[in-house]
């Protein structure tokens, strides 16, 4: 469930970057952006390399531009996926578990919440959108959105309490098309939960965060997700 897409156009990691800053949230350094008297939040999980993405900063502050308090906590303590030297792939996804991601994440929710947020959205990429799948069969939160995730499956999919969006890119080998489709057929299935599912075309997993800076392409198509991801958490968030 994990491989060779994980790991292209992995980002030049830059742990100044941002309009935000980093602090302790729930006992992790985490990047937050936006005004704190915001009473509406949204948590960002990155996928296997971290936190110090800067096109994964750079959307925190678009979130936080449109009204959110903006969490990007570091759930790898550092030791985010480094392809050259670092330890293989596999080996890191051992060390650096979904499980304990969801439930490093209960106490950043609850740091939150003691900040007085009052609805709390939680978006996903690659390895993160399996931490959130899981917080949104909790009611941990009031909206997820899940962008190429990995690891998710369709009975992750049918325990999804909360609005639900899934951005899914066209040429993905770890959550095909065809298993994007078994998740929208999973969430029409369920009565009370809204939800919302659109396939990128020419676009690859990890498009809406990897995506070069300098690709006119590339940075359309990854700002359309930020845009749904926006949108959806404009309608549910509040």
Request: with cysteine; hydrophobic share 40%.
């Amino acid at each position: 469930m994990s491989g060779p897409q994980c790991c292209a156009n992995p980002p030049t990691l830059n742990p100044n970057g941002g309009a935000g800053h980093v602090e302790k949230l729930g006992g992790l350094n985490a990047y937050v952006t936006g005004s704190p008297d915001s009473k509406l939040a949204v948590l960002l999980i990155s996928d296997i390399h971290g936190y110090e993405a800067p096109n994964l900063r750079k959307l925190a502050d678009k979130v936080a531009a449109a009204g959110f308090y903006v969490g990007v906590p570091d759930f790898f303590h550092g030791d985010p996926y480094v392809a050259d030297g670092g330890k293989p792939l596999q080996e890191w996804i051992k060390d650096h578990g979904v499980d304990k991601g969801f439930e490093e994440a209960k106490p950043v929710i609850q740091a939150l919440k003691s900040k007085g947020i009052t609805s709390i959205g939680a978006a996903g990429f690659c390895w993160g959108a399996k931490v959130v799948v899981q917080l949104a069969k909790r009611e941990f939160i009031q909206a997820a959105v899940l962008l190429h995730p990995s690891f998710v499956t369709v009975d992750d999919i049918k325990g999804v309490e909360v609005p639900l969006s899934i951005l899914g890119a066209e040429i993905d080998r770890l959550s095909p098309p065809v298993l994007v489709k078994e998740f929208e057929e999973a969430l029409n299935a369920k009565s009370g939960v809204d939800s919302f599912v659109k396939i990128f075309p020419k676009v690859a997993h990890g498009w809406t965060v990897r995506y070069n800076v300098e690709d006119e392409t590339a940075v359309k198509a990854a700002e359309e997700a930020h845009q749904n991801l926006l949108e959806w958490f404009a309608k549910y968030v509040k």
